[in-house]
C-alpha cells in the first residue's frame, strides 16, 4: 500500500452531556451525540472529522448512528487503499457514488482536509482558498426553556465578555407565549444585545405572518427558518413583507437548495452550514451563490463538538463578508473537553486555529471515557481477564 493511502476508517459515537437541557422546538437536548470519523494513513499521518447532527432524527433525515453505519458500510470500502494526497479525487468518487448523506460526506471530507493540511503544513483554510480572518464573531444560544434564566444567562455572557448577541429558540409554544417571551429578553438586555430568533420550521404561514411584526416591533434582528423546509413560496411571501431579515436554515442541502431559493427570493439570508451543505467545498460553493445573488451570510452549526466547529470555522475565515456572525458556541454547550488544548473564545470570538490541518488534537482520555462502546469494549476484555 502507498504511504499516503488509507489503511483504517474509524467511526466512533461519544454521547456528550450538555451544561443543561437545550430546548429547541423538534427537541429537546440534555447530551450531544458526536460522530467522529478518523482516517488512519498507512505513514502513520492521520485526519479527524465529525458527522454531528440534533435529536437523533427529529432534526434532518441523517441520525448519529446513521452516519456511522453509512461510513462503516459503503464509504469505508471506497476509501481504503485511496491516495489521500488527491482529496478532490476521493470526493468526487463519493459523490458519485453515494447519494445524499450529507454530513457522512462532510465528516469525511473534513478528515480528508485534516490530512492534506497536515502534509502540506497549512491550516485547512488555506486550501479552501485562504484565510481573511483570524477571528470569527460568535453568538450564544438561549434555549433553557425559561425567560428569567434565558435573561440570567445573557447578563452573564455580556458581563464576562464572551457574547453580545443571543438566538432565542422559540416555536414550542403558542406564539402569543413565544413573542411575550423574546420582547421581554429583548426589554431586559435593550441595546446591549442583538436578538434573533429561530423557529425550526414549527410555524403555519399564517402564524409567521401574526408573528414577525410583534417581532420587529419587540426589536428582533433576525428570524431563522420560521415555516417549513420546503415551503419556498411562503419564505418569499415572508421576505417580502420586509420587516425583519428572514434566514434560511433547514431549507438548504447544498449550493442547488440555495440557487433555487435565491431565485425564488425566499430568504435575505443563508444560514452555512457545512454538514448540512455536504462539505467544505460544497458549502463554499454555496457561500458563492449568496454572494452572487446578494444574499447575506451567516456562519451556522449542527452543535458540532470542537471538531466540526474548527471544521466550520477553517471555512467561514475564508468568506469575505459573514454579515451575520457565527453561532461556532458548541463546543461551549458541553460538559466535557475533548481537545487537549480548548478552544479560544474571547470579546464575542473563536479564535481559528492557525496550525497545520485542522489545527487541533483530541483529548483521547475524554474520548475513551465518552465513546458509546466504552461498556462493550470493557465487556469484551473483561471475560478474558476472568478466564484467564
Ligand atoms: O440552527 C439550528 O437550528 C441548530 C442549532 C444552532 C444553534 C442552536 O442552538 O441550535
Ligand atoms: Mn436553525
Known amino acids: ?71 462503516d458500510a459503503y464509504f469505508a470500502p471506497l476509501l481504503i487503499g485511496a491516495d489521500t494526497t488527491r482529496p478532490a479525487v476521493i470526493m468526487d468518487r463519493l459523490r458519485r457514488s453515494i447519494i445524499d448523506n450529507r454530513f457522512a460526506k462532510n465528516a469525511v471530507e473534513t478528515a480528508l482536509l485534516d490530512i492534506q493540511g497536515k502534509r502540506l503544513g497549512v491550516p485547512v483554510s488555506e486550501l479552501l482558498g485562504g484565510r481573511i480572518r483570524d477571528r470569527l464573531p460568535v453568538l450564544w444560544t ?4 425559561d425567560t428569567a434564566q434565558d435573561i440570567a444567562e445573557a447578563e452573564a455572557m455580556i458581563a464576562s465578555g464572551r457574547h453580545a448577541a443571543f438566538k432565542l429558540k422559540i416555536g414550542k409554544r403558542p406564539v402569543q407565549d413565544d413573542v411575550a417571551h423574546v420582547a421581554a429578553i429583548k426589554r431586559a438586555l435593550g441595546a446591549r444585545a442583538s436578538i434573533r430568533v429561530d423557529v425550526n420550521q414549527a410555524w403555519s404561514e399564517a402564524a409567521a405572518k401574526r408573528a414577525l411584526p410583534l417581532l420587529a416591533e419587540a426589536g428582533v434582528d433576525l428570524v431563522e427558518q420560521p415555516i417549513r423546509a420546503h415551503a419556498t413560496a411562503g419564505m418569499a411571501r415572508l421576505t417580502a413583507m420586509g420587516l425583519i431579515p428572514i434566514m434560511a436554515d433547514e431549507a438548504l442541502h447544498g449550493p442547488e ?131 484467564g
Open 257 to 387: 437548495s440555495g440557487y433555487a431559493l435565491a431565485c425564488g427570493q425566499a430568504a435575505d439570508v443563508f444560514a452555512l452550514k457545512i454538514a448540512q451543505a455536504g462539505g467544505l467545498t460544497e458549502a463554499k460553493r454555496l457561500a458563492g451563490v449568496a454572494q452572487s445573488a446578494g444574499v447575506a451570510l451567516y456562519g451556522g452549526t449542527m452543535l458540532e463538538g470542537p471538531v466540526g466547529t474548527i471544521a466550520s470555522a477553517q471555512l467561514f475565515a475564508t468568506l469575505p463578508e459573514i454579515e451575520f456572525g457565527t453561532e461556532l458556541f458548541g463546543p461551549l454547550l458541553l460538559t466535557e473537553e475533548l481537545l487537549v488544548e480548548p478552544l479560544h473564545y474571547a470579546d464575542g470570538c473563536l479564535s481559528v486555529p492557525s496550525g497545520p490541518g485542522l489545527g487541533v488534537q483530541l483529548n483521547e482520555d475524554a474520548i475513551a471515557a465518552l465513546r458509546r462502546d466504552r461498556d462493550s469494549r470493557t465487556s469484551v476484555i473483561t471475560p478474558k481477564l476472568v478466564a
Open 142 to 145: 438561549l434555549a433553557s426553556g
Open 1 to 71: 500500500m502507498q504511504a499516503s493511502a488509507i489503511e483504517r476508517v474509524e467511526t466512533i459515537v461519544l454521547d456528550v452531556p450538555t451544561i443543561r437541557p437545550h430546548v429547541l422546538s423538534v427537541a429537546t437536548m440534555q447530551s450531544q451525540t458526536v460522530v467522529l470519523v478518523r482516517l488512519h494513513c498507512a505513514d502513520g499521518v492521520e485526519g479527524v472529522g465529525e458527522g454531528t447532527t440534533i435529536g437523533g432524527l427529529s432534526y434532518g433525515g441523517e441520525s448519529p448512528e446513521g452516519i456511522k453505519l453509512a461510513i
